[in-house]
Each structure stands twice: as C-alpha cells, then as structure tokens.
C-alpha cells in the first residue's frame, strides 16, 4: 500500500467508527426518548400495514399532490438505497484501486442501475434545491415571506442534507469514470459467456464511459491514486453526515430518511387511510377512558395531553419524523389567514421541546430528586425545557415568529394558546403531510387538558357549552322548537315515538341536526332534503326532540366530557329506536355519527344528503328540468347559470367524499359548473370547524373571506355548499363582499339540495329558484351564532 492509501484508510475508518458509535448512541437515545411517551397499540394487521407502507414508499402516493417533487424526491430517495453497494465499494478501493464487490462487481444489470440511479439521484436533488430556492421565503409573496412553505425551515441542515447527496452523486460518477479509464489502460477483461469482452465498454459503463474519456491521457498510477482520493472523499462525505445527524437528533430533513418508515408503518389505519375522521378518545395508560369510573383515577392521571410526555410514544416519533417540508403549513387556513398557527413550526417546536427535556426525564431519580437548578452535566436547553412551566400558555409571541427552535431564555410556556385555538381541525396538514404525522390528534389533545385540567379555554366558548349542558343544542334553544323548520310543509314530516314506532317502518331515519333545526339558513336546506325525499318516494321520519347536538364542537374544543354526555345520549335514543340508516345534512354530524359513535356501541349506515339525492337522480326517482330556453342535452341556457362547489372539510378531507355533489351540480340543467383551485383534498376551509363557528376571529384576516373571494373569482354566480356551517361562514363572506363592492347582491350561497330542488320543481310546476323557497316558518327568537 503506498503511503496515500495508508493515510486514507486510517482516517476514514477512524471517522467511520465514530460515526457508528455515534449513530448507535442516538440511536438507543430515540428509543429511549419515544418510551417516555405514553403507550399506544399501533401493531394490528401487521399485514395490511406493510402492505402500506411500500405503497407508500415505493409508489411515494403521499408525495404525489406536488407531481414534479414527488419525481424528484422518488429518485433521489431510491438512490440512497441503491448505491449504498458504491460505499462498500469504496472501502474496498482504499486498499485495492480496481477492487470491485464480489459477484456483482462486474454484472451488468447491478452496473446499469448504479448508473442510473447515479444521474437520476443527481438530478434528482438538483430539482429539489432548484424548488427550494424558487420557493424561498426571500421570494415569497409578503414581507415576511410567510407563503413560502419553507417559512420556519431550518435552512442549514436542508442545505447540508442537499450538498452532501450532490457531493455522494458526483463522487459516484466521478469514481465510475476513473474505473472505466483504468480498465482500458490495463486493458482489463471479463467475460459474457465464452465471449471475453473489455470491462473498458459500453456494457460495463453505459452512462459513464464517455467520462472515462477525460481521463484518458492519466497514466495507470495517477489514476489509481486519483481512485483513492475520490473514494476517500465520497466515504468521509457520507460519514460526516452520519456524525453530523447523529449530533442532530432533531434534523428531521435527514433523519425521515429513516424514521418515515416506521411513522408509515404505525400510522392510526392499517389500510392506509389518513389519519382523519374520527377522534381518538382520551386514553390512560394506552386504554381509552371509561368516564363512567372516572372518579377513580389516580389524582396525577392526565385527561389529554399537559406536558410532552403526557403524548403518547407514537407522538413523540411524529414529531422527530418531520422533514419541515411545509405542505402543512402552505394548506393551513390559519397559517394563510396570517394567524400564528403553523402545523409545521408547532410539530418542530414540539419535537425540539421533547429532545430538550428528554435528558432530564431520563436521569436517575436521584439526580431529579435535586432538581435541575442543581444538577451538572445538562444542557442550556434541558434546563430551559425542564423550567417551563408549562405546555400551553401565553409566550408574549412575535407574530413574524410565533414558533420556531426551543429558545433556552424562552417563556413560560412552549406553545401559545394563540396557537392552540387557531386551529380549525380541517384536516389539511395531516392529509398533506408525506410522512404521515398526525397534527390534528396532537392540537386535540393539547386542548383536552385546558379544557378538563385547567379551565383554560377560550372566553366564546363559555355559552357554546352551557348550552350544550342545559338544552343539547349549541343556541340554548328550547328542545320543542326543533320540528318549527317542518311547519306549513306540503306533506307530514313523521316523528320517531309519534307518527312512528318503529325505523322498519321507514327508509331512512334523518338527522336534521341543531343547525338544521335553529338556524335560519339551514333550515332551507332540511326543508329541501325533505321535499326531495318526499318527492322521491323516500319514507322517512325524524326524532324531533329527541335529538340532540352530536357533540363535534365540544370534542374538538377539547371537552370531552361534555362529548361523551351527548354522543352516550343519543346513541342511546339511536339504538332504542332501531336505528339502522340515517342521512344527515351536515358534515359535522355525519362524521360524528359515521366514524366516532361506533366507539360507544353505535354502529350505523350513514350517508350524507348528497350522496342519497345523487342516488336518487341516478335511479330516476328525482328528475332535474331545465328552465325555459336551456337546453336540455347540452345544459346549455339562454342566462346560463354558473356554479362553483366548495368542499367541506368534514366531508371531503375527513370522508373522502367528493364525486356525488359533483355529479348532482353538473346533473343540472343550464349549470356551468367552475372548479375553485383549491377544492378536493386542497379545499380550503370555511373557517367554523374545530368549535371555531363559535369563537370570533381576533388574529388575522377572516378564513370565510378568504375563501369566499376564492369562490367568486370563478366568475361564479351561486357558491354551493353541503354542509350548514358552511353555509354560515360562506354566506357572512359572501355579505362583507357585497359590502365592500367585490360582489354583487345577484350572487347567492345555496345547498347543493336547494339547487336540485328547484330543476325538480321545474318538472312539477314550472317555476322554482335556486333558493327552493316554501313557506317559512318565523325567524328563530334568538340570534344565530358568532361565526
């Protein structure tokens, strides 16, 4: 070995072994750190879970809603798997320049897809840092540069991650070069069957023959030392990095190389669903609470989550897992209505906090027993963690930087509750997120604790649950106006204990639901799905006052204890009438009832209006007339009548149901249906979900304005909706925009029921507007919510 190979293998088997030490030490760290987190069974159907996770991996299905990174990104990350076989190989050149692995070595196929993935890895990341920097917060809209998905990122280690795969890539090419232009000094041979062939060719080195070229003119020693150096330099790249991250256990942008496998594989659905719909329940030691033996828990047992141990292990591995790519925080309709949630700085915040604390929690009791102020050894940012007070509170946040890296001389507490009550449970982040965390469940929680440990919630939503208490409706209206929308309809609305005994007796039980019952907008939607049913020869009864309000505000305000009365309550009443097939009209209920009422034992057929009443138009029950002078077949109309649909979270993100309203608008007669940039799984949110229909907006701009100027930049005359907290919030926008000059009064916000209503009237009687009016019943004696 000549003195140049001494040194280098010396040095990086030096470096090699201490970045193997250090990887193994954080390593056993994580471990550790995720143990701290409360347990969780995440290990059924292990099956169906691998199933998913190569999907998910090898068809990158969660990357694919940005198509060119999701290209990008699928051959920079196979390209990692695959030539980690050149790494071995370099080891072997430090002693032996022309060292090739035994057995594939020289097989083609192994030489053909190492190059491949070589050129497609290197354009790969060469995209990647090109939509970086095209997406730079220095570029985005604003001064601030708060668009940019990558506002909050920590630039370096992206950077660093970004160099060291360029510099990995070229080294590869650069060393596949130089062995194509040794082989043909030494004139080295191989052999496809009896045939010797020059290893210096075109099946050898198909992509990289002609860089061997460039090298020709070396002599053989040059070139072997050459070899030497450049695979020196590709092993010293790879284990810098290995230390560097191994020092860095929260450089998410490298570790999900790692950690997203595992975050996929334990994802709350088996299948592969996100991680929307249902709640999880409060649980204590990995069980779900059982609320009627609540009085018998231990004093310190936590009702949600207070500290960041109190989350539960899966959690904690959510939190290291983010590559703060962003695709939350570009979707969050707090976040782009320049309020100070981001899902994105909220999980890094999050997972800087737990690694911060992680040390103190896992020190001997001795050491704890004389607290931090005492103890040595612990870092500036485990003393500041173990210090805060607590998880959720007021940080005096500046509104350019409302999260961002633990500040060990930060505040008093981690997150503000600014933060925490921002968030309108839409779903967009986790249905966004590539990794599969779960951003959602984790505000959720958070909020349980305020709610049920500290009475510490919002002021708005002191009413919301007195009226929930005392008449199970968020109004605090009497039960007995609950049947006032039914009056002066043509046909009897039959009531479940009066009209009828027995569900058997009829098709379908329909929830009208509190705002289907109280408000005024929504009450022409109940009367439309009724007459279409009616219409349509659908039997149906509903329970009058014995209804109550599902619960989905207080659950997603975080009291769960006032859920779990009113879900118990009417799974109770649901299953003492038999209930079987239900259809509501709003989001909120169907979700509730469809995805968490099976958690107490109420297990039902739901269906929302607008997948019954397509049903029913494609079964010829129901049959939309065009008005005079459109035209039938090609829907074409003398005043055309154009409509755009927005997507309720509820329905769309949390449900996967997008196609029937759809289907039912572009049914229509004279409809020239417009599709607003965001909708489907980009809807963006009306702003009422997550309780926040009943808290007013302090921070920011307005989200229903936001969304509403979407809508009318279609061009659209009517805005159609399916869901009556949209119908609130959207209508409110749609009125501040007719204020403001940037609507008109023509333009009107109606339920997809209500159009359909009116080109079915159109068969029956000729006449019928988009509103579908009947006779109303008098306005509700009290005013409709804060919206």
């Not at 990794?435 to 919002?458: C, G, T």
């Not at 209206?477 to 479940?496: H, T």
């Not at 925009?737 to 009687?765: C, S």
């Given at each position: 070995?000549?003195?140049?190979?001494?040194?280098?293998?010396?040095?990086?088997?030096?470096?090699?072994?201490?970045?193997?030490?250090?990887?193994?030490?954080?390593?056993?760290?994580?471990?550790?750190?995720f143990r701290l987190g409360q347990p969780e069974d995440r290990g059924d159907d292990k099956g169906a879970r691998t199933r998913t996770l190569l999907r998910e991996f090898l068809g990158h299905?969660?990357?694919?809603?940005?198509?060119?990174?999701?290209?990008?990104?699928?051959?920079?990350?196979?390209?990692?798997?695959?030539?980690?076989?050149?790494?071995?190989?370099?080891?072997?050149?430090?002693?032996?320049?022309?060292?090739?692995?035994?057995?594939?070595?020289?097989?083609?196929?192994?030489?053909?897809?190492?190059?491949?993935?070589?050129?497609?890895?290197?354009?790969?990341?060469?995209?990647?840092?090109?939509?970086?920097?095209?997406?730079?917060?220095?570029?985005?809209?604003?001064?601030?540069?708060?668009?940019?998905?990558?506002?909050?990122?920590?630039?370096?280690?992206?950077?660093?991650?970004?160099?060291?795969?360029?510099?990995?890539?070229?080294?590869?090419?650069?060393?596949?070069?130089?062995?194509?232009?040794?082989?043909?000094?030494?004139?080295?041979?191989?052999?496809?069957?009896?045939?010797?062939?020059?290893?210096?060719?075109?099946?050898?080195?198909?992509?990289?023959?002609?860089?061997?070229?460039?090298?020709?003119?070396?002599?053989?020693?040059?070139?072997?030392?050459?070899?030497?150096?450049?695979?020196?330099?590709?092993?010293?790249?790879?284990?810098?990095?290995?230390?560097?991250?191994?020092?860095?256990?929260?450089?998410?942008?490298?570790?999900?190389?790692?950690?997203?496998?595992?975050?996929?594989?334990?994802?709350?659905?088996?299948?592969?669903?996100?991680?929307?719909?249902?709640?999880?329940?409060?649980?204590?030691?990995?069980?779900?609470?059982?609320?009627?033996?609540?009085?018998?828990?231990?004093?310190?047992?936590?009702?949600?989550?207070?500290?960041?141990?109190?989350?539960?292990?899966?959690?904690?591995?959510?939190?290291?897992?983010?590559?703060?790519?962003?695709?939350?925080?570009?979707?969050?309709?707090?976040?782009?209505?320049?309020?100070?949630?981001?899902?994105?700085?909220?999980?890094?915040?999050?997972?800087?906090?737990?690694?911060?604390?992680?040390?103190?929690?896992?020190?001997?009791?001795?050491?704890?027993?004389?607290?931090?102020?005492?103890?040595?050894?612990?870092?500036?940012?485990?003393?500041?963690?173990?210090?805060?007070?607590?998880?959720?509170?007021?940080?005096?946040?500046?509104?350019r930087h409302p999260l961002q890296a633990y500040n060990p001389h930060g505040p008093d507490a981690v997150i503000d509750e600014d933060v925490l009550w921002s968030c309108t449970t839409c779903?967009?982040?986790?249905?966004?997120?590539?990794?599969?965390?779960?951003?959602?469940?984790?505000?959720?929680?958070?909020?349980?604790?305020?709610?049920?440990?500290?009475?510490?919630?919002?002021?708005?939503?002191?009413?919301?649950?007195?009226?929930?208490?005392?008449?199970?409706?968020?109004?605090?209206?009497?039960?007995?106006?609950?049947?006032?929308?039914?009056?002066?309809?043509?046909?009897?609305?039959?009531?479940?204990g009066q009209d009828v005994e027995d569900l058997d007796e009829v098709d379908y039980l329909f929830w009208v639901g509190c705002a289907g019952a109280y408000e005024d907008r929504a009450k022409?939607?109940?009367?439309?799905?009724?007459?279409?049913?009616?219409?349509?020869?659908?039997?149906?009864?509903?329970?009058?006052?014995?209804?109550?309000?599902?619960?989905?505000?207080?659950?997603?305000?975080?009291?769960?204890?006032?859920?779990?009365?009113?879900?118990?309550?009417?799974?109770?009443?649901?299953?003492?009438?038999?209930?079987?097939?239900?259809?509501?009209?709003?989001?909120?209920?169907?979700?509730?009832?469809?995805?968490?009422?099976?958690?107490?034992?109420?297990?039902?057929?739901?269906?929302?209006?607008?997948?019954?009443?397509?049903?029913?138009?494609?079964?010829?029950?129901?049959?939309?007339?065009?008005?005079?002078?459109?035209?039938?077949?090609?829907?074409?109309?003398?005043?055309?009548?154009?409509?755009?649909?927005?997507?309720?979270?509820?329905?769309?993100?949390?449900?996967?149901?997008?196609?029937?309203?759809?289907?039912?608008?572009?049914?229509?007669?004279?409809?020239?249906?417009?599709?607003?940039?965001?909708?489907?799984?980009?809807?963006?949110?009306?702003?009422?979900?997550?309780?926040?229909?009943?808290?007013?907006?302090?921070?920011?701009?307005?989200?229903?304005?936001?969304?509403?100027?979407?809508?009318?930049?279609?061009?659209?005359?009517?805005?159609?909706?399916?869901?009556?907290?949209?119908?609130?919030?959207?209508?409110?926008?749609?009125?501040?925009?007719?204020?403001?000059?940037?609507?008109?009064?023509?333009?009107?916000?109606?339920?997809?029921?209500?159009?359909?209503?009116?080109?079915?009237?159109?068969?029956?009687?000729?006449?019928?507007?988009?509103?579908?009016?009947?006779?109303?019943?008098?306005?509700?004696?009290?005013?409709?919510?804060?919206?």
């Open positions: 070995m000549s003195a140049l190979q001494i040194v280098a293998v010396v040095v990086c088997l030096g470096v090699t072994a201490v970045a193997v030490a250090l990887l193994v030490k954080t390593v056993n760290r994580f471990l550790a750190t299905t969660r990357m694919s809603r940005l198509p060119v990174v999701a290209v990008a990104h699928w051959f920079t990350m196979i390209s990692f798997g695959v030539l980690f076989f050149t790494l071995l190989g370099a080891f072997g050149q430090l002693f032996q320049p022309d060292f090739a692995l035994p057995v594939i070595g020289h097989f083609p196929p192994y030489e053909w897809v190492t190059e491949f993935f070589a050129w497609t890895g290197l354009l790969g990341i060469l995209a990647l840092m090109v939509i970086r920097q095209k997406n730079h917060p220095r570029s985005a809209p604003g001064e601030d540069g708060r668009r940019s998905r990558f506002f909050g990122s920590t630039f370096w280690q992206a950077y660093y991650v970004e160099l060291t795969i360029l510099g990995v890539t070229l080294c590869i090419l650069t060393l596949r070069g130089l062995e194509y232009a040794l082989a043909a000094q030494r004139g080295a041979t191989g052999s496809v069957g009896s045939t010797a062939v020059s290893e210096a060719s075109a099946l050898h080195y198909p992509m990289t023959g002609w860089l061997g070229g460039l090298y020709s003119g070396m002599s053989v020693g040059a070139l072997e030392n050459a070899i030497v150096v450049v695979a020196a330099v590709k092993i010293l790249i790879s284990f810098a990095w290995m230390i560097t991250i191994a020092l860095q256990p929260t450089m998410g942008v490298a570790w999900h190389r790692f950690l997203a496998f595992f975050n996929i594989f334990f994802k709350r659905h088996a299948d592969g669903r996100t991680s929307l719909g249902e709640l999880q329940p409060i649980t204590v030691d990995g069980k779900p609470l059982d609320f009627e033996n609540v009085d018998e828990l231990d004093e310190d047992a936590a009702l949600g989550v207070g500290k960041v141990e109190d989350f539960t292990w899966k959690g904690l591995l959510d939190f290291t897992t983010c590559t703060e790519c962003g695709r939350c925080q570009s979707q969050c309709p707090a976040w782009n209505t320049d309020k100070p949630l981001s899902p994105k700085l909220l999980v890094m915040t999050l997972r800087d906090h737990a690694h911060a604390k992680a040390p103190w929690l896992l020190a001997s009791e001795e050491v704890r027993a004389g607290g931090i102020e005492a103890a040595d050894g612990f870092s500036d940012e485990t003393k500041a963690a173990v210090a805060t007070e607590q998880l959720v509170g007021e940080t005096g946040y500046d509104i779903g967009a982040c986790v249905e966004q997120c590539p990794v599969d965390i779960e951003h959602v469940d984790a505000i959720v929680d958070m909020r349980r604790y305020k709610n049920l440990i500290e009475s510490a919630f919002p002021a708005e939503l002191n009413g919301l649950f007195k009226n929930l208490e005392k008449n199970s409706n968020p109004w605090g209206l009497a039960p007995r106006l609950r049947m006032d929308w039914a009056k002066d309809l043509p046909f009897e609305v039959k009531q479940v022409k939607t109940t009367r439309a799905v009724a007459e279409l049913l009616d219409t349509a020869g659908v039997s149906f009864a509903v329970l009058g006052d014995g209804e109550a309000c599902t619960g989905d505000s207080a659950r997603r305000a975080g009291n769960e204890f006032l859920f779990q009365m009113l879900a118990q309550q009417n799974v109770e009443t649901l299953n003492e009438v038999g209930a079987t097939k239900i259809v509501v009209t709003c989001a909120h209920c169907f979700n509730t009832i469809k995805n968490e009422y099976p958690q107490l034992g109420g297990q039902y057929e739901v269906l929302h209006h607008t997948q019954l009443l397509n049903r029913l138009v494609r079964e010829k029950r129901l049959t939309p007339v065009a008005r005079p002078g459109e035209n039938a077949q090609t829907g074409a109309a003398s005043t055309g009548a154009k409509v755009t649909y927005h997507d309720p979270c509820y329905l769309g993100r949390h449900n996967q149901v997008y196609a029937p309203p759809r289907e039912l608008l572009q049914i229509l007669p004279g409809v020239e249906y417009a599709e607003m940039e965001r909708s489907k799984e980009k809807s963006f949110c009306c702003g009422a979900g997550g309780a926040r229909m009943w808290m007013e907006e302090k921070l920011g701009t307005r989200i229903n304005t936001n969304r509403t100027e979407e809508a009318l930049a279609t061009g659209a005359d009517r805005i159609a909706i399916g869901c009556p907290f949209c119908k609130v919030m959207l209508s409110d926008g749609l009125n501040a925009a007719i204020q403001d000059g940037k609507a008109t009064e023509e333009v009107e916000v109606v339920d997809v029921a209500q159009m359909l209503l009116a080109a079915v009237r159109r068969g029956n009687d000729g006449g019928g507007t988009a509103e579908a009016e009947t006779p109303e019943p008098q306005p509700d004696p009290e005013p409709a919510p804060v919206a």
